[in-house]
């Protein structure tokens, strides 16, 4: 549910952020202090999953419901 990270940047090391959203579509801003410089690591490792998720996207995309006539 992660639509937006960011961290490791020059001037704020230690710090990532993301916005995500709740079970009913709400979005809040996650602030995560990272010790020892690992905010970079961080957030290497969401790009990771965010391409591993639009690889695996790209391979089955989702089918489109249609919903049923009432």
């Known amino acids: 549910s992660i639509s ?3 961290g490791g940047d ?3 090391t230690d710090y990532v952020a993301y916005v995500a959203k ?3 579509n709400q979005r809040a801003c996650h602030i995560l ?3 020892e ?3 970079q690591s961080v957030i290497s490792t969401v ?3 965010f391409e591993l ?3 695996q996207y790209l391979h ?3 089918k489109v419901v249609v919903p049923p006539d009432r």
Do not use: H, Y
Request: proline share 12%; net charge negative; aromatic share 8%.
């Open 53 to 55: 998720r639009f690889k």
């Open 22 to 24: 709740d079970p009913i």
């Open 33 to 35: 202090e990272c010790c």
């Open 10 to 12: 020059t001037d704020t």
């Open 4 to 6: 937006f990270a960011s």
């Open 47 to 49: 790009g990771q999953a």
């Open 60 to 62: 089955s995309p989702p």
């Open 37 to 39: 410089g690992l905010a």
